[in-house]
């Protein structure tokens, strides 16, 4: 079992920042790729980053040039720092990690709530 725990949501203004840190735990051995996804309110579920342990990364075209996934392995821990935030960024940020790289892991954790107001 591997368990994942988000950290470093809140509410921001348009154009700061913040940054989510999510730490897992378990079988951490068997996590080659780590990222995020959201959902807003009324929407489906949507890939924002995701990095594997060899440090390829995948970003959706919204979030591209704003947002930067990055990993501590020796942590066991992956953040997304989020700049020029938009109010359409607000969404629960849901940490996600697998065993396969460019594939949806199996592992959630519990969400944070990311808030921007304009």
């Known amino acids: 079992q591997v368990q994942l725990v988000e950290s470093g949501g809140g509410l921001v203004q348009a154009g700061g920042s913040l940054r989510l840190s999510c730490a897992a735990s378990?079988?951490?051995?068997?996590?080659?790729?780590m990222g995020w996804y959201r959902q807003a309110p009324g929407k489906q579920r949507e890939l924002v980053a995701t990095?594997?342990?060899?440090?390829?990364?995948n970003y959706a075209d919204s979030v591209k040039g704003r947002f930067t996934i990055s990993r501590d392995n020796a942590k066991n821990t992956v953040y997304l720092q989020m700049n020029s935030l938009k109010p359409e960024d607000t969404a629960v940020y849901y940490c996600?990690?697998?065993?396969?790289?460019?594939?949806?892991?199996?592992?959630w954790g519990q969400g944070t709530q990311v808030t921007v107001s304009s």
């Open positions: 996600n990690a697998g065993p396969r790289v460019l594939s949806q892991g199996p592992y």
């Open positions: 378990g079988r951490i051995l068997s996590i080659n790729a």
């Open positions: 990095r594997s342990s060899g440090g390829s990364t």
